[in-house]
Nanobody
């Protein structure tokens, strides 16, 4: 099994920056892709950014040019968020896709952007 723990959320003014981190433990050799999703109140969970084991990335259109995902070795992923907007307010979840195709989620970290 794989466990994910996020950190780095908080409250920031519009235009500010935050950096989210996620560390995986357990059977980390089984991890392929890692990524970040978010869920705002009353909305469905949506992809923010993903990074493959080979380093390829993809981003939601709404965050392109503002957010950067990076991966450190096999078991850590970070999301640098710049030029934050109030609409970025959500609970952010770290995600890992295992070789089996199974998905693992962290507990989530709140990001609040004030206008």
């Amino acid at each position: 099994q794989v466990q994910l723990v996020e950190s780095g959320g908080g409250l920031v003014q519009a235009g500010g920056s935050l950096r989210l981190s996620c560390a995986a433990s357990g059977s980390i050799f089984s991890i392929n892709d890692m990524g970040w999703y978010r869920q705002a109140p009353g909305k469905q969970r949506e992809l923010v950014a993903r990074i493959t084991s080979g380093g390829s990335t993809n981003y939601a259109d709404s965050v392109k040019g503002r957010f950067t995902i990076s991966r450190n070795a096999k078991n850590a992923v970070a999301l640098q968020m710049n030029s934050l907007k109030p609409e970025d307010t959500a609970v952010y979840y770290c995600n890992a896709k295992l070789r089996t195709g199974a998905l693992t989620w962290g507990q989530g970290t709140q990001v609040t952007v004030s206008s």
